[in-house]
C-alpha cells in the first residue's frame, strides 16, 4: 500500500537558485497543468488536476524530487494504483506523468517558452519505457441501425427529463451529426449565429496549439433547439449555454453519459434493443449511419462535419475552407433521415402494442 504523503511547495530562493531539491513530482504535474490552461485547454486541465489529486497526491512518488524518479518509482507506482483502481485509471495516471516529463525536456530546450521548467533539471523521461497496461480503452462497435436511432430519439424528446440542459445537449449533439460531449457543452452563446444560422464550436483533441474552430449550420431541427437555448442566455446576462450550477462552468459530461445509459438501459428492458449502448456510441452511430445508401454523405463531409484528425499539409498548413456550403445539404439531409428513422420506430412500436 503506497504511504500518503505531503507535498512541500518550492520555495521562491529554490525557483531564483534553480535548486530542484524540492522541486517534487507533484509540482511537475501542477506545472503540466499550467500548461493546458495557457493552451486553453481548460478541460483536460480540470481532468487532470482532479486525477493528480485523487491519485498522485496521497502517493509517496508525489514529494519525489522529480529528476532523481526512475522508471523502477513509476513501475511500483502504478503497481500499487492498479490494486485499487481500474486499468484505464492507471493508464490515464500513465499518460500524465509521461506528458509532465515530457514537457520538461521541451521547454528546458525551447525557445518558445509556455512554461519555463528547467529548473527541474530533468535529463530524461522515466516514464517512455513503462508500458501501458493492454486491452484497455478499446475501440466501441456499437452504431445504432435506423430503428435504434428512431427508438433513441424518441426516448430524447419524451422522456421526462426531455426539457433538461443534458438531455437538450445530447438532441443538439446528435443533430449536429455527432459532435464530442465536451465540445457540445462548452458551447457558447457568443459563437451562435442566429442571423446565419451557424455554430462555432472549438475542436481541442490533438496535439495542436490551440483548439481548432469547427463551424456547423444549424438546420431547422438544431436551429429549434439553439435558439431558446442562446435567448436565455442574453436574457441571463451568459454567455455559457450549457451552464453547471455555477454559472461559470460548462455543464461536465458525466450527467450526460449517465442520461444516456439511463435511457439505453430502458430501451433493452422495453425489448427494443438488445444490447446497451453509451454516449461515444452517438458519434459513431452517426459517422455510421450518414454513409447509408439512402443519405450517403460523403467520406470527406463527415469527416469536415465530425472535426476528425484532418492530416496532411494541405488541410493543416493551407486549406482554410470551412466547408460550409456542403455541411448544409449534409446536415439537411441528416434531419430528414432522422425523422424517417423515427417513423419506422414509431410503427414498431404502434404493431407491438396491445
Known amino acids: 500500500m503506497l504511504s500518503v504523503s505531503t507535498v512541500s511547495e518550492p520555495s521562491a530562493t529554490d525557483a531564483v537558485n534553480g535548486g530542484s531539491e524540492r522541486i517534487s513530482v507533484f509540482d511537475l504535474c501542477t506545472e503540466y497543468i ?152 462548452r458551447a457558447a452563446a457568443h459563437n451562435v449565429n442566429l442571423g446565419d444560422k451557424t455554430i462555432l464550436l472549438f475542436d481541442p483533441k490533438g496535439k495542436r496549439p490551440s483548439p481548432r474552430p469547427h463551424i456547423l449550420p444549424l438546420c431547422p431541427m438544431a436551429y429549434a433547439e439553439i435558439e431558446p437555448l442562446v435567448k436565455t442566455c442574453r436574457a441571463e446576462g451568459r454567455d455559457l449555454i450549457f451552464p453547471a450550477r455555477r454559472r461559470s462552468t460548462p455543464l461536465a459530461e458525466g450527467p450526460v453519459s449517465a442520461a444516456v445509459s439511463k435511457i439505453s438501459q430502458r430501451l433493452v428492458a422495453n425489448g427494443y434493443f438488445e444490447t446497451k449502448f453509451q454516449y461515444a456510441d452517438i458519434r459513431q452511430t452517426c459517422e455510421t449511419r450518414m454513409s447509408d445508401h439512402d443519405i450517403a454523405i460523403s467520406k470527406d463531409i463527415r469527416a469536415q462535419i465530425q472535426s476528425h484528425d484532418l492530416g496532411g499539409i494541405q488541410m493543416t498548413a493551407y486549406n482554410r475552407n470551412t466547408f460550409l456550403d456542403e455541411k448544409w445539404p449534409a446536415l439537411r439531409r441528416w434531419e430528414d433521415y432522422l425523422m424517417r428513422c423515427v417513423d419506422k420506430a414509431k410503427t414498431m412500436r404502434a404493431q407491438s402494442a396491445p
Not at 486525477?51 to 509517496?60: D, G, M, Q, S
Not at 522529480?66 to 485509471?89: F, I, M
Not at 445530447?170 to 465540445?183: F, P
Request: charged share 25%; hydrophobic share 35%.
Open 34 to 185: 499550467d500548461d493546458l490552461m495557457i493552451r486553453k485547454k481548460v478541460g483536460s486541465a480540470n481532468t487532470v488536476r482532479t486525477e493528480i489529486k485523487n491519485h498522485l497526491k496521497p502517493a509517496a512518488l508525489a514529494s519525489y524530487k522529480a529528476c532523481e524518479v526512475t522508471t523502477h518509482d513509476a513501475v511500483n507506482y502504478l503497481r500499487a494504483l492498479g490494486k485499487k483502481c481500474s486499468p484505464d485509471k492507471v493508464n490515464r495516471l500513465r499518460s500524465i506523468l509521461l506528458a509532465s516529463y515530457n514537457l520538461a525536456l521541451e521547454t528546458a530546450t525551447s525557445t518558445e517558452v509556455r512554461v519555463d521548467l528547467g529548473r527541474y533539471g530533468i535529463k530524461s523521461n522515466p516514464i517512455s519505457p513503462v508500458q501501458k497496461i493492454r486491452g484497455t480503452s478499446n475501440v466501441r462497435n456499437r452504431a445504432l441501425s435506423q430503428q435504434e436511432l428512431g427508438h433513441f430519439w424518441l426516448e430524447l424528446t419524451t422522456d421526462d427529463e426531455a426539457g433538461k440542459l443534458k438531455i437538450r445537449a445530447i438532441r443538439i449533439a446528435l443533430l449536429l451529426g455527432g459532435q464530442r460531449c465536451k465540445q457540445v457543452l
